[in-house]
């Protein structure tokens, strides 16, 4: 069997103060990618400076691209997608740091099944100086046993039409899918969007190993909060504004959009309907603060009896949150 190239896409802005230790361990992993593929993203430090350096010593070929001007994170992610020639496409972020056995472990899952068209892991949360913060990621997600046994019998698209879990750091792909992820749409974060666009025309498999560590600090992108208690109770209370919803089902609705235009003759007219009915709820969310509180309750006890809740959202979590008012806490 021929051997499959692994390409290992990083982006870059301002990502100096701990790239070295992301760069160290790619280059320490006990299966050496074949590319590292770098976009940076018109950094005003000394960045660049860094991945020359690394370049000029790896023993792999690293591909250095700037931009002219910044384009943002999923603008960014999908330059550099597109330059990778690898199989199997490794995305990163450039201020974690791998452990060694990571790109072995990834490769081994595609190994396993031609099926799988995409891989995510757990992850170790960290602070600033790679202390663990005592939890992982999937338990900041809230990513349960139940949710990972779904996942594995082949459930990941109903998986991922409740909520994302999956993080783009932790994420591999398979590259027959590039034609099917490009272009990410504008305004939606790259991982959630490869995520669930592969779900419609793959398996996707998850790594409960921790294979990397996801470092925590004041310029994460978004991050992995601590799942204490009080963390849980603000977040079932706080009321969403409705461009959150809004926003939510303009991404199902482009990736509805991109799958009938790319004629995926493996997606089923039932995950279309499923689209369809995610989106609905999503606008049902939307318009419902609109509403008294008598008439909240009486519309999401409807949705609640249909099961829309289960499907679409976080359960009795998200019809809480959609009844009580937002002077509770966290609102």
Same mark, same amino acid.
């Given at each position: 069997?021929?051997?499959?190239?692994?390409?290992?896409?990083?982006?870059?802005?301002?990502g100096?103060?701990?790239?070295?230790?992301?760069?160290?361990?790619?280059?320490?992993?006990?299966?050496?990618?074949?590319?590292?593929?770098?976009?940076?993203?018109?950094?005003?430090?000394?960045?660049?400076? $860094? %991945?020359?350096?690394? @370049?000029?010593? /790896?023993?792999? !070929?690293?591909? =250095?691209?700037?931009n002219?001007?910044n384009?943002?994170?999923?603008?960014?992610?999908?330059?550099?997608?597109?330059?990778?020639?690898?199989?199997?496409?490794?995305?990163?972020?450039?201020?974690?740091?791998?452990?060694?056995?990571?790109?072995?472990?990834?490769e081994?899952?595609?190994?396993?099944?031609?099926?799988?068209?995409?891989v995510f892991?757990?992850?170790q949360v960290?602070d600033?100086?790679?202390?663990?913060?005592?939890?992982?990621?999937?338990?900041?997600?809230?990513?349960?046993?139940?949710?990972?046994?779904?996942?594995?019998?082949?459930?990941?698209?109903?998986?991922?039409?409740?909520?994302n879990?999956v993080?783009g750091?932790t994420?591999?792909?398979?590259?027959?899918?590039?034609?099917?992820?490009?272009?990410?749409?504008?305004?939606?974060?790259?991982?959630a969007?490869i995520?669930? $666009? %592969?779900?419609a025309? @793959?398996?996707? /498999?998850?790594? !409960?190993?921790? =294979?990397?560590?996801?470092?925590q600090?004041?310029?994460?992108?978004?991050?992995?909060?601590?799942?204490?208690?009080k963390?849980?109770?603000?977040?079932?209370?706080?009321?969403?504004?409705?461009?959150v919803?809004?926003?939510?089902?303009?991404?199902?609705?482009?990736?509805?959009?991109?799958?009938?235009?790319?004629?995926?003759?493996?997606?089923?007219?039932?995950?279309i309907v499923?689209?369809?009915?995610?989106?609905?709820?999503?606008?049902?969310?939307?318009?419902?603060?609109?509403?008294?509180?008598?008439?909240?309750?009486?519309?999401?006890?409807?949705?609640?009896?249909?099961?829309?809740?289960h499907?679409?959202?976080?359960?009795?979590?998200?019809?809480?949150?959609?009844?009580?008012?937002?002077?509770l806490?966290g609102?």
């Amino acid at each position: 069997m021929k051997k499959k190239l692994i390409s290992v896409c990083m982006c870059t802005y301002n990502g100096e103060k701990y790239l070295q230790n992301q760069v160290e361990s790619i280059a320490s992993q006990t299966r050496r990618p074949d590319e590292l593929v770098v976009c940076d993203d018109a950094s005003g430090d000394n960045t660049v400076e $860094i %991945i020359e350096a690394f @370049a000029s010593t /790896a023993t792999f !070929p690293v591909h =250095l691209t700037i931009n002219e001007k910044n384009l943002g994170s999923t603008k960014n992610f999908e330059k550099a997608i597109g330059l990778c020639r690898g199989d199997i496409i490794v995305l990163s972020d450039q201020d974690d740091v791998w452990h060694p056995e990571k790109l072995r472990r990834l490769e081994a899952v595609f190994s396993e099944s031609p099926q799988i068209g995409a891989v995510f892991t757990d992850a170790q949360v960290v602070d600033e100086r790679l202390i663990p913060l005592g939890y992982s990621l999937w338990k900041s997600a809230g990513f349960g046993g139940r949710e990972q046994r779904r996942l594995a019998e082949g459930g990941a698209f109903d998986v991922l039409l409740r909520r994302n879990v999956v993080t783009g750091s932790t994420m591999a792909f398979r590259s027959d899918f590039k034609n099917l992820v490009l272009p990410i749409p504008e305004n939606h974060v790259h991982d959630a969007w490869i995520a669930i $666009i %592969i779900s419609a025309a @793959a398996k996707v /498999a998850a790594l !409960p190993e921790p =294979l990397i560590k996801y470092r925590q600090h004041a310029r994460n992108q978004i991050g992995a909060a601590n799942p204490g208690i009080k963390r849980q109770l603000n977040t079932t209370f706080k009321l969403c504004d409705r461009s959150v919803y809004l926003r939510e089902a303009d991404l199902y609705n482009e990736v509805r959009e991109r799958l009938r235009r790319a004629g995926e003759t493996s997606v089923s007219s039932d995950l279309i309907v499923k689209l369809d009915a995610k989106i609905d709820h999503l606008h049902f969310r939307a318009a419902i603060h609109d509403h008294s509180m008598a008439s909240r309750c009486v519309r999401v006890v409807r949705e609640l009896v249909k099961l829309k809740y289960h499907r679409y959202s976080d359960g009795l979590k998200s019809a809480a949150r959609d009844i009580l008012p937002n002077t509770l806490p966290g609102g």
